[in-house]
């Protein structure tokens, strides 16, 4: 039998936009493991404006930057998570594993009805 993959799609809204969601964390880590908004972008195909622009979205929605970015020059710029930004990843991701956790038997059971 196949098992269905679960997902959680948090979601925290400040206004009518996403303040942080799925999406603005994965971008978060890849910021983080690479050091570079532009390829955190590359990592998922996704324009350097495109990038820059949700980052700048969380960045005005949380009471701090979740980014912070070194301007260019002879060495090179670089973007950084704020220890905003780091609480945000660490946070969103603990409040996904106790979900699963807290879900499993239900989620279990849920997949059991599921067609072969």
Partial sequence: MTVAKVQFRLRIYRGDAIAIGPGKVALLEAIAETGSISAAARRFGMSYRRAWLLVDEMNRALASPAV????GGSGGGGTSLTAT???VVR?????????????????AALNSLLAP
């Fill in 91 to 107: 946070h969103y991701r603990a409040v996904e594993h106790t979900a699963r956790t807290a879900a499993a038997r239900d989620i």
């Fill in 85 to 87: 930004g780091e609480a």
């Fill in 68 to 71: 912070a970015a070194a301007a």
